[in-house]
């Protein structure tokens, strides 16, 4: 008896998995964001300052998520509205228009900007052979999670059903493939990369190298697999706690506990 309520605890997302997947529909995402939740997340989106003003809708959000259901609803409730809650952060740290001293904080404007503004480069590949850049295209970034490179164009566009490297522009021009992009580069592994997805629900299991380098699961290791070569391994990096201040707003809202690991500043990039 008091041992199996010890493995309930202890494995809660493994074993809700296995009991929801064979037995019980899956609980939609609906019942853990509301519209309401969602809009008191994202307090600014449809600011006229913001360029993206009402390109994010709550219902292409929830849309989108239907060709991905493990989002969300893998494992035990915490779980779920943990990854989820680190989801919208990420996404909103990719978009943000927020500043220090902005209304309601900065990370109340998360989802302000649908593309990049001033980008460096067309972020072509040239060496990459089996996702060849068009002519005058760019593949700079665009979408909740700014998509970025022809490597990851192509492959999200065949997943999703568009043709990433001839219209990368559909990424910030229909707000269901904007969020799907996101939710594909969420879900999605590209090994020896663990998906952000896999990490957050506990199903990431660290090699000897990543113990080696640090990279424990919690938030911090989803950083490290979304920037970790321009943002990890630097103690106090401003961009690596602007993402953990949008979760830990939002983990509030939800109201989950962080988990461990918020971090990546002594973990080696992946
Ligand atoms: C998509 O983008 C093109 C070029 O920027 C624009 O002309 C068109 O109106 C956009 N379509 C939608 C549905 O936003
Ligand atoms: C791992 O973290 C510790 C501090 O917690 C640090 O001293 C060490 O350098 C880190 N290792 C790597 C590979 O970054």
Redesign the pocket.
Known sequence: MSFSFLSLLLFCSTLFLRVESRYSPITPITSLISKNLFDSIFLHKDDTACPAKNFYPYQSFIEASKSFPPFGTTGCLATRKREIAAFLAQISHETSGGWSTAPDGPFSWGLCFKEEISPQSIYCDSTDKDWPCFVGKSYKGRGPIQLSWNFNYGPAGKALGFDGLRNPEIVSNNSVIAFKSALWFWMTERKPTPSCHNVMVGKYVATEADI???RTAGYGLVTNIINGGLEC?IPGDARVNDRIGFFQRYSKLFNVDTGPNLDCA???SL
């Open positions: 080696a380098a640090n391994g002594y973990q080696k």
